[in-house]
């Protein structure tokens, strides 16, 4: 029906459909799944404040000082979960954990099904290579998706999830929270510890996804096992107090020179190092069935 301009409202609403339907096809999905199984949330960009504020009366790292504010301009996607067992094997044909039927620490899973646990006893270059091999399986190419390693700045703005506390749940994380220990008999350092906490930790890595997930869907962001970073550490990095995107030093420093940022704590190590600014150096091997890795997916809705 036109109207006395000769205006078709019927025609102008119909549209305005096409365009909101176009413009929604273009947002990318708040999470995918890959060909693998590996799921993945969507990360916005936004800011944060990134390392330790120097009021901190805790223990800390000199690395995580001064704390400024860092900009991610880009969103991305980041995997819900660490890697699998189960998913390393796929894509490499190889199984290195420690905490699996042919591992070292197999009498600690003794009839256990570890396919989803968490893959460690990985280097940081056999996270690379799993990513590359990833990204070159067809499905993935077809689809446009690329995967790499976080980098440190992405995965602590990840990790805190909007968050400003020493943990995303808060000031103290308690052992029905996360997969974390007492770094093999050691006092707990700190503040933050378990306190009257009658849950106890298991003493090994744990199925994926066993903890409840931070207020972005990831889980394990503390504990469980450490996770690799793409950037080399340099423990004076954040003293150039980069502004957008950080992607580390460009080499190591003479202190570590093949050292890697590693992220997030693992069963073994105390609270101390599960604290969403921690930030430490890991040589190539590191500690046994600790270090295993999540990764980054980039698409083309979001590059």
Known sequence: MLSRCGFNLSAFLALVLVGMTMASARQPAKSLTNSIGLELALIPAG????????????????????????????????????VTQEQYEKVTGKNPSYFASTGAYKDKVKDLD???FPVEG??????????????????????????????SAEWEYACRAGTTTLFYSGAKVWFKEANFGDGGGRPDVGL???????????????????????????????????????????????????????QGPKIGSAFAPQARVVRGGSWWTRTNYNRSACRHPSGQVGGPGRIGFRVVCVTVGTR
């Open 192 to 246: 933050f510890g378990h306190g009257d906490d009658k849950d106890k930790p298991p003493g090994r890595t744990t199925k994926v996804g066993s903890y409840a997930p931070n207020p972005w869907g990831l889980y394990d962001m503390h504990g469980n096992v450490v996770e690799w970073c793409q950037d080399y550490f340099d423990p004076d990095y954040y003293q150039l107090k980069v502004k957008e995107d950080p």
């Open 122 to 151: 990985v280097t940081w270059e056999d996270a690379q290579a799993f990513c590359v091999k990833l990204s070159n399986l067809e499905a993935e190419k077809k689809a446009g998706r690329v995967y790499r390693l976080p980098t």
């Open 47 to 82: 800011e944060f404040d990134i390392g330790t504020p120097d009021s901190a009366k805790y223990n800390h790292w000199p690395s995580e000082k001064p704390q400024h504010r860092v900009k991610i301009t880009k969103a991305f996607y980041f995997g819900k979960f660490e």
């Open 114 to 116: 570890t396919r989803q």
